[in-house]
């Protein structure tokens, strides 16, 4: 983490410390899974006592004044609300501009299943503070993530079946609805992947794919929309190549009979 940003959290966890709302600290993101760096961002998490979570929250930001020369900006989740506040703020320190995400997690409502995300594969070495042993009695609840899991026999119908609608965007040369259903295309090549590849407890997807094999990665490298039509449908019909080979395998790895051939047909028609 940036040496600045360092100090700001350090500051940052000095004062929340001494507020009888927060009971605990613990990181999450990139520093709980000791993936941190210099680009990494402030991801913090305080359990707060349900009796003050309300009270706790009006004054999060007087506790980050102090830290920075302005706050810039605040981004609250679509999820926030008596169980969880998850707000990103943007603050400017000596003509930077810094990440830093703050999590409150009501300590009355931590069945609450938003709650639960953030405190499974919870470590000792990732406590911060823990002022009522609050903290480790999460860590004592053992809760452990999964590998990403999908039905695969879906999967590869949801691919084809929007693949086969970019044939006649192409032929209209309408760029939105390319844009979109290449979209859905590259989200489907993604789950296909981490269903058959995922050994990771933890993250999004996102996260997850720094973790299946590099050759894999490569594969999902080609989907974007660009204004140069020739360029894309290449882009495209190697896309839809490298889902034929990666389905296939996924497939055998999972000993499911695979008998596809509707994607030869649609690659055929797009290369027409």
């Known amino acids: 983490m940036n040496k600045t940003l360092e100090e700001m959290k350090e500051i940052f966890i000095e004062q929340v410390k001494g507020s009888d709302c927060v009971l605990g600290a613990w990181n999450f993101g990139s520093e ?18 349900g009796k003050q979570f309300a009270q706790f929250e009006k004054s999060l930001e007087s506790y980050l004044q102090p830290i920075s020369d302005e706050i810039l900006l605040c981004w609250p989740e679509e999820f926030n609300g008596e169980a969880i506040i998850n707000n990103g703020y943007l603050l400017s320190n000596a003509g930077h501009i810094f990440q830093f995400d703050v999590f409150l997690l009501n300590s009355d409502k931590l069945d609450d299943f938003m709650c639960r995300l953030h405190y499974t ?8 503070f823990d002022k009522t042993g609050d903290v480790k009695k999460l860590i004592q609840l053992n809760l452990t993530g999964s590998p990403w899991a999908a039905d695969v026999e879906y999967l590869e119908k949801t691919y084809w079946y929007h693949a086969n609608m970019t044939c006649k965007y192409f032929k209209r040369k309408d760029y939105f609805k390319l844009y979109n259903v290449l979209h859905t295309m590259y989200e489907t090549h993604v789950s296909m992947l981490l269903t058959g590849f995922d050994e990771t407890c933890w993250g999004g997807s996102a996260n997850k794919l720094h973790f299946i094999p590099k050759d894999k990665q490569e594969h999902l490298k080609k989907y974007y929309c660009s204004e140069d039509c020739s360029q894309m449908r290449a882009n495209l019909i190697d896309s839809m190549r490298y889902f034929q080979s990666d389905t296939k395998e996924v497939f055998e790895r999972k000993n499911i009979a695979h008998a596809s051939s509707v994607g030869d047909l649609i690659i055929g028609s797009l290369m027409v």
């Open 32 to 49: 709980m899974h000791g993936l941190s760096d210099e680009y990494s961002d402030v991801d913090i998490i305080l359990l707060i006592d």
């Open 121 to 128: 594969n919870l470590r000792e070495d990732n406590i911060i």
